[in-house]
């Protein structure tokens, strides 16, 4: 079965740090882009970060630029997503999901065609 | 405030058509970019509805159909159900000289009367 299962969620103080991961299984991991989508509760979707199926193209939110970093290992077919300095408006839904996009080097998120069940993020003292 | 502009609402009865539109600009749909089209139902994750502006994945039915012209999008339903209650979201790419992202639109929410 193709899937994506986040873990790692949590409940956080503002400026602490989490470690999300993805893990994917029934396709090919390394032949394509993962990204990270958020949905805060009750707003609609944004999105936060992408790698591309070699690390050579990664991309991120200005939101979160310089407090996020992806990561994947392709070996473990994973994917991570390491916050730091949390802020109360990280507080989301975090997926992953699966870029469409055949071992290319962009991220212009080509239709996300896997999704994750998600795992909630509360940044709050 | 969204890149892409969607209503935040439509309904329509059993049976009849509706359209979602999904407004962008020069530096992104109109740019060429391509867009897609998540459906989310209550409590659940997006699925791919419409993929590289017209196409549909397997499984979705064609009662759903997307098209693209200009800086603008849209998503058709026929022969609308009650199952297909749901948010919907577009996406694109946007590219300025401050940077590149993929985008979102801010979703719009189908009431099936």
């Known amino acids: 079965e193709v899937q994506l299962v986040e873990s790692g969620g949590g409940l956080v103080q503002p400026g602490r740090s989490l470690r999300l991961s993805c893990a994917a299984s029934?396709?090919?991991?390394?032949?394509?882009?993962i990204h990270w989508v958020r949905q805060a509760p009750g707003k609609g979707l944004e999105w936060v970060s992408g790698i591309s199926w070699n690390s050579g193209s990664i991309a991120y939110a200005d939101s979160v630029k310089g407090r996020f970093t992806i990561s994947r290992d392709n070996a473990m077919n994973s994917l991570y997503l390491q916050m730091n300095n949390l802020r109360p408006e990280d507080t989301a839904l975090y997926y992953c999901a699966k870029d469409m996009s055949y071992s290319s080097p962009f991220l212009r998120g080509d239709g996300f065609d896997i999704w994750g069940q998600g795992t909630v993020v509360t940044v709050s003292s | 405030q969204s890149v892409l502009t969607q209503p935040p609402s439509v309904s329509g009865a059993p049976g009849q058509r509706v359209t979602i539109s999904c407004t962008g600009s020069s530096s992104n749909i109109g740019a060429g970019y391509d867009v897609h089209w998540y459906q989310q139902l209550p409590g659940t994750a997006p699925k791919l509805l419409i993929y590289g502006n017209s196409n549909r994945p397997s499984g979705v039915p064609d009662r759903f159909s997307g098209s693209k012209s200009g800086t603008s999008a849209s998503l058709a339903i026929t022969g609308l159900q009650a199952e297909d209650e749901a948010d919907y979201y577009c996406q694109s790419y946007d590219s300025t000289l401050s940077g590149s992202n993929v985008v979102f639109g801010g979703g719009t929410k189908l009431t099936v009367l």
């Open positions: 029934g396709f090919t991991f390394d032949d394509y882009a």
